[in-house]
């Protein structure tokens, strides 16, 4: 465990000592002023979502997580999540540009499934809107304004999310990740503080000229605490023995991410083959009845009654290693309300 000083260098305004898990949990901070010209060694901002397994005893980290360091490569200055960020600098408007943790949230979702966001405004009020849930994932060309609550058509179809206009401002649109060059094995005996795990998605905001990398991210810690033995992305992940797919993990996590699909997202087994499906493309947020086996075209069997479901196989991993966990893992909730036609 670094000590004091060197754990702050490392998660600036976050670090604090080792504390118990029964003590009061340390709420994220509710909006950060981030000034980009004073960190030359890049920013990055992603929307913060619960991870798909968790076995230790931290708060949620929910919003907008952000990396800024001052020097390429060097430690971050920052590394911390909040409800907000209002974004300044010589490049931007002397007001700033405000992301909040919603626009971020459905930024991540739009961006795992595939679909571009674009900048919509009301054509009534200039109200800058947001798709939220099921319109986050399907492109459509009228919207219900949260401004003026009146319905306005914009030009043409596309999903509406005001990251784009900051992105747009600072000439900093996403650029495609490169594949995560480490890999990890790991036992969670060995980790009895627990792990973490995500899926990466595209940076909302990223400046470094290093390129993101792209997998599976894990926290692991060998003791109750603040800060993880392990923080990093990984292009392959095993633990006890059982592999992770990256696409699994951050599909999931996007699923995760959506109310509308609240479990809805089970494990689906044929039952001719015995293989698992995992949804993919359109399939992948889009519940259907009787789905059929991608290898044999047979039934596919779930543990739920609900009829329209989607596949996905990482569920029951995560079962199994809960099994076998030092702990059961967290049940997190993002709390976001669903939105559907």
């Known amino acids: 465990m670094a000590h004091k000083a060197d754990a702050t260098a490392k998660y600036g305004r976050r670090a604090k000592v080792c504390r118990a898990a029964h003590l009061p949990a ?50 971050k200055v920052i590394d911390q999540t909040y409800r907000g960020v209002k974004l300044t600098g010589s490049r931007l408007p002397l007001s700033g540009l405000m992301v909040s943790e919603i626009d971020a949230v459905y930024f991540m979702v739009s961006s795992v499934f595939g679909f571009n966001t674009r900048y919509v405004r009301c054509t009534l009020c200039g109200f800058p809107h947001l798709d939220k849930d099921w319109f986050s994932i399907h492109p459509h060309r009228r919207h219900l304004c949260a401004g003026c609550g009146r319905t306005f058509s914009d030009t043409g179809f596309g999903i509406g999310n005001p990251i784009r206009a900051t992105q747009e401002t600072l000439g900093l649109l996403p650029r495609k990740p490169t594949k995560a060059a480490k890999t990890l094995s790991l036992r969670q005996s060995d980790y009895p503080g627990g792990i973490q795990i ?10 470094s000229e290093k390129a993101e990398e792209e997998g599976i991210h894990v926290h692991a810690f060998k003791r109750d605490c603040e800060f993880p033995d392990c923080d990093d992305t990984f292009s392959a992940v095993e633990i006890d023995g059982v592999e992770f797919d990256p696409i699994m993990v951050r599909t999931l996590m996007a699923q995760n991410s959506l109310p509308h699909l609240e479990a809805r997202v089970v494990p689906l ?45 990482l569920i029951a991993t995560l079962q199994s290693l809960a099994a076998s966990a030092p702990r059961p893992p967290q049940k997190h909730s993002t709390g976001l309300l669903p939105e559907t036609l």
């Open 198 to 207: 995500w899926g990466s998605n595209p940076a909302i905001i990223w400046s």
């Open 26 to 75: 340390i709420q994220p901070n509710e909006i950060l002023e981030l000034n980009i010209d004073e960190y030359p060694g890049g920013i990055a901002l992603w929307g913060a979502v619960p991870p798909v397994y968790d076995t230790t005893r931290l708060p949620l980290d929910f919003g907008i997580h952000v990396h800024a360091r001052r020097v390429a490569e060097g430690d």
């Open 269 to 313: 087994k044929c039952d001719s083959c015995g293989e698992m499906e995992f949804s993919t493309g359109e399939q992948a947020f889009t519940p259907a009845v009787g789905r059929l086996c991608s290898r044999c075209g047979s039934h596919l069997s779930g543990p739920t009654r609900l009829r329209r479901t989607i596949g996905n196989p």
